[in-house]
């Protein structure tokens, strides 16, 4: 079993910058891969970074050169770096990794940008 915690969400304005924090209740070297969704009102759930266990990384096209993924093994945590921040990024954001044959999911944390 794995429990993902989200924090870091909350209001900015256009242009700000936010840092997403996702806390695992195990090692995250052993996910398969981990990342970062996200659901606005009426849209389906979408992806928006991810790695690898092998390292790579990958990102929606509409987040590449703002926003930045991370992990910090020792602490069980991944990250997401959001700048230049835009009112279309409001959502909920939800961690996610895949261990063994199973995905799990984070509760979300919401990211509203607005002036």
């Known amino acids: 079993q794995v429990q993902l915690v989200e924090s870091g969400g909350g209001l900015v304005q256009p242009g700000g910058s936010l840092r997403l924090s996702c806390a695992a209740s195990r090692d995250i070297a052993d996910f398969n891969d981990m990342g970062w969704y996200r659901q606005a009102p009426g849209k389906q759930r979408e992806l928006v970074a991810s790695?690898?266990?092998?390292?790579?990384?990958n990102y929606a096209d509409s987040v590449k050169g703002r926003f930045t993924i991370s992990r910090d093994n020792a602490k069980n945590t991944a990250y997401l770096q959001m700048n230049s921040l835009k009112p279309e990024d409001t959502a909920v954001y939800y961690c996610n990794a895949g261990f063994i044959i199973r995905q799990y999911w984070g509760q979300g944390t919401q990211v509203t940008v607005s002036s």
């Open positions: 790695f690898t266990k092998g390292g790579s990384t």
